[in-house]
């Protein structure tokens, strides 16, 4: 088990690679300053539903559309991440994840690493359960695109560019380590 | 049609060949790369093709209780669902919604049932704003066009183009160039639009009865502002979208974007269960955080009928529901890549499944318009991520046309020529000619060379063109007196079935038989020089010709008389060999249809194309040296339906194992396409398509190769085209051969 969540992150980060999306893994202890170095000012967010992690304060987490508007970058949470096409899983919340994932230039997904699943078909056991209970989701895979113009232009209606943060949780971390021990 | 219709009809293809065909070309050709290498990534590829028709198969003949459950699952939801039995009536409903919320303006993301149902038309009436939101979409709005493909609407504009229509219409400061440039402008626009609007229209790919969810597959992130931003929420669908259970979506994301613009998966892929938590953007309320909001969002789902339930019953049609329209089968084909779909389209779809739609929601006269550019080259088949068998649907549309037509008075006469086996005398007499090919063939081989002379004679051309549309800048095939049957009976077989360590019948094709003679007794060398024993019965024509022409009874006749000729060959234990790929693939593929289920399979089980026979006898031992393996440097063309029936490999492998240096080409059709390209109206798009294939033969590295094609009429395209002799695969392996070393 172990070695396969090593895998799926991997492979995660090879997709990602190949669309030219910037991944960035951190952990929660060096989470703010992992964000600052990625993030363009001013920031919008809302809030990471993670334990022992949570926005930074210079992030504005209480968006109206005004702030929306003027931010240069959006912060989000991803409820899972698949590998096999480096697609982030956005969840439609009451507080506006759908629409600071998508109004910024910059959408700064912040995924579990505990939470990448390796296909699409675990992608589709897990949005099953939460689309009948009511819930909406995006499957985004990198930037919004248009070749509608006679050329492929990154940032059509939505960001013009992703930056995939993947939080090293404890359950990832005691994974790895278990890991490591049973090899 | 009449002549001046195959004039207007080629008027009108020679002006998108000059205007629209080279953007098109560009677009189309990349996304059908595109899907090669995307689909050839995923390992378990048929197995998903599989899976997805299976759920449509399934989701179609459960449809009316998937309605009813959808229509719970969307109220329990707090929704509404309107069952909409026309376009009328669905316009009438949106129109209630928009007057009900007092809607100035309406934004819409790219939705083609809403192109079907000409809602904007009928929004704007009522004095309703409505505003495309996707760029292509826009870019047509403002140019007042029609989309010229179901995924990527404009591409028969170039950048240039849509600059020059933007830096005219909205005259910015700085005139706009880039594609950067205008993409950041429409963006800007577009913006301030969706901000101010009242309603957000979008379509769905893909309906889920249990959970009530709507799958968008974009890119660009309007669907995502549409659906969103403005408080109310109208998605038009055609009922044929539903699916039962959200598990059911899992091939359909995997298969959608690959299969048509060749990505792996579209930047979005939206799974929106509305209304949606999400908080709406209130222009009119900056500054009240999005959490602090209480929205009550409106969402209406219109599911539109408009002929889908009629489809449904019938047998022929049904197939056409389970169109995911991801278009695939407008990219790969030959035809379409050459015009696009403001020639091969009908009111609002466009490409090979075009044809299916049309007839079921807007009637035969709109799929009449396009119809005949799907030359059954079946390149779509192996690409639709729901194996439909859309060359099928385009016969079956064709040969209902051919008895709603009208009768003219010059058909009694024309009778006499063309025996087929159609009731009505309404069918086009154009294609009657061409369906009763075999007829002609005989008639002139037995004439002949008085019948060549005639047929090569200025005033019989131009009575040929006149009369039934017959190009004459194409040059006719040459009847041969003595036939490929009459040869072998004189000569007899080389190889005893005594000595021979297999037995066969060579089908002698209409083509082989009457007119290159040549081809077929080179197959006949090449399969004694394996130890074959060979035999050349008389046996009738496939039917691929009326097939092609639409005429399937005469057809199905031919397929029962083939069958009956053979039937005792294969019982004593012979393959049948044949020359032709368009033949074989009757046997192999349109003969399903025709003739009963163990028939078709005894048949399908013992034919082969003669080159697969050839490879399987090389296989089992046979002696390599007694085939010719000094011959030049080959430039080979497969022929469209070998290689959807995957036995293109057989001839590159057999050439391969001797030596050969072949080069092959990559278009998909040759663009002659069997009687296709001698059509008066449609000569010049038959060339055009050509034109890819004999650049790739005339590079400097190909024009000196002896010029090798496994379909008639992909040889005599080649000819035509390079002014260069083209020979079939036989003749370049025969021992005796006469062409050059
Ligand atoms: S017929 Fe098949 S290939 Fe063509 S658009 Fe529909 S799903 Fe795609």
Redesign the pocket.
């Known amino acids: 088990m172990s070695v396969e969540t090593a895998t799926d992150g991997d492979r995660f980060e090879a997709a990602l690679e190949n669309l030219e999306v910037p991944v960035t893994a951190t952990d929660p202890a060096t989470f703010d300053s992992t964000l600052e170095s990625i993030v363009d000012q001013p920031v919008v967010g809302t809030p990471l539903p993670f334990e022992r992690v949570s926005l930074p304060d210079w992030v504005d987490d209480e968006p109206t559309p005004a702030t929306l508007e003027t931010a240069a970058t959006g912060v989000t949470a991803a409820s899972f991440a698949i590998a096999d096409y480096g697609s982030v899983v956005l969840p439609s919340t009451p507080e506006g994840a759908e629409q600071v994932s998508l109004f910024c230039d910059l959408h700064v997904p912040v995924v579990r690493a505990s939470d990448i699943v390796p296909d699409m078909p675990s992608a589709i056991e897990r949005l099953g359960p939460m689309l009948r209970d009511g819930a909406s989701a995006i499957i985004a895979t990198g930037p919004s695109a248009t070749a509608d113009m006679g050329a492929l232009v990154k940032g059509a209606h939505g960001p013009k560019d992703v930056h995939v943060v993947v939080l090293e949780d404890d359950e990832a971390l005691e994974r790895d380590e278990t890991g490591e021990h049973d090899e | 049609m009449s002549k001046t219709d195959r004039e207007t009809k080629a008027d009108h293809i020679r002006h998108l060949l000059e205007t629209e065909g080279p953007a098109v070309e560009a677009n189309t050709m990349g996304f059908n790369q595109g899907r090669y290498d995307s689909v050839a990534d995923l390992e378990d590829y048929e197995e998903l093709k599989d899976e997805a028709r299976t759920i449509k198969e399934g989701a179609i003949e459960r449809l009316p209780e998937l309605i009813d459950a959808v229509t719970e699952t969307v109220e329990e939801n707090g929704g509404t669902v309107y069952l909409a039995e026309d376009a009328a009536d669905a316009n009438r409903y949106i129109r209630e919604v928009a007057s009900e919320n007092d809607a100035e303006r309406l934004v819409k993301s790219k939705s083609m049932t809403s192109e079907e149902l000409e809602v904007n038309e009928a929004l704007e009436r009522e004095g309703v704003d409505v505003v495309e939101t996707d760029l292509g979409e826009w870019v047509l709005q403002v140019a007042d066009e029609a989309p010229s493909h ?1 995924v990527a609407p404009a591409i028969h504009k170039s950048r240039e183009e849509i600059a020059r229509l933007f830096n005219s219409q909205f005259d910015p400061g700085e005139p706009l160039e880039t594609a950067e440039e205008l993409t950041m402008f429409a963006r800007e626009r577009l913006g301030e639009q969706i901000a101010e609007a009242d309603i957000g229209m979008t379509g769905a790919n893909f309906i889920t009865a249990d959970s009530g969810s709507l799958m968008l597959v974009t890119s660009e992130g309007n669907a995502r502002k549409t659906a969103v931003v403005p408080d109310t929420h109208i998605a038009v669908a055609g009922v044929e979208k539903i699916v039962p259970t959200v598990e059911d979506l899992a091939p359909f994301i995997e298969l959608i974007g690959r ?2 613009t060749g990505q792996d998966i579209t930047s979005y892929v939206s799974l929106l269960t509305p209304p949606v938590d999400s908080p709406i953007v209130d222009p009119d309320d900056p500054e009240t955080p999005f959490a602090d909001r209480e929205d009550d969002r409106e969402f209406h789902l219109v599911l539109i009928d408009n002929g889908r339930m009629t489809m449904r019953e019938d047998d022929q049609l049904r197939e ?1 529901l ?9 990219n790969t084909c030959a035809n379409f890549q050459s015009v696009g779909g403001h020639a091969f389209g009908g009111e609002t779809y466009t ?3 075009a044809t ?1 739609w049309e007839a079921g929601v807007h009637g035969y006269d709109s799929a009449a318009e396009f119809n005949d550019l799907c030359t059954g080259c079946s390149r ?1 088949v192996e ?4 194996k ?1 068998d ?1 060359p099928w649907i385009n016969t079956v549309v064709r040969d209902r046309l051919n008895r709603g037509g009208e009768a003219s008075r010059f058909d009694f006469l024309y009778d006499e020529l063309v025996p087929d086996e159609e009731a009505t005398g309404a069918i086009d007499r154009q294609k009657r000619l061409f369906g009763n090919y075999e007829t002609l063939a005989k008639l002139g081989s037995a004439t002949a060379p008085v019948s060549n002379l005639i047929g090569g004679l200025g005033p019989v051309r131009s009575l040929a063109e006149r009369f039934v549309g017959i190009d004459s800048r194409r040059p006719l095939p040459t009847f041969q007196r003595e036939t490929l049957v009459d040869w072998f009976d004189a000569r007899g077989p080389n190889v005893a079935a005594a000595d021979a360590d297999r037995e066969v019948v060579l089908y002698p094709d209409t083509y082989t038989n009457y007119v290159d003679v040549d081809r077929g007794k080179a197959a006949v060398r090449v399969l004694e020089a394996l130890s074959v024993h060979v035999q050349i019965p008389s046996v009738p024509g496939s039917g691929r010709a009326p097939l092609s022409q639409g005429m399937i009874d005469t057809a199905d006749a031919k397929a029962s008389r083939v069958y009956a000729a053979l039937a005792e060959h294969i019982d004593a234990g012979r393959d049948i060999v044949v020359i032709e790929p368009s033949d074989l693939a009757m046997f192999r593929n349109e003969y399903e249809k025709l003739l009963p289920e163990r028939s078709f399979e005894r048949l399908r089980n013992s034919s082969y194309e003669v080159l697969e026979y050839v490879y399987g006898c090389l296989e089992n031992g046979a002696d390599p040296a007694a085939l010719r393996t000094d011959g030049p440097p080959i430039a080979y063309h497969a022929h469209c339906q070998q290689r959807t029936l995957g036995l293109d490999r057989y001839t590159r492998a057999v050439f391969d194992d001797l030596g050969y240096d072949v080069l092959e080409s990559d278009v998909e059709c040759c663009g002659m396409a069997g009687s296709f390209g001698y059509k008066s109206q449609y000569y010049e798009l038959s060339m055009d398509v050509g034109d890819r294939l004999a650049e790739q033969f005339s590079t400097s590295e190909a024009r000196d190769r002896l010029v090798v094609a496994s379909g008639t009429s992909c040889g005599d395209q080649l000819e035509d085209l390079l002014a260069r002799e083209a020979s079939h695969p036989v003749e370049a392996l025969d021992p005796n051969s006469p062409l050059a070393r």
């Open positions: 179901i299969s048509g056409t389970y169109c995911i329209r991801c278009s695939a089968c407008a490409g090979g499944i299916g779509c690409a639709c991520p729901v439909i859309i």
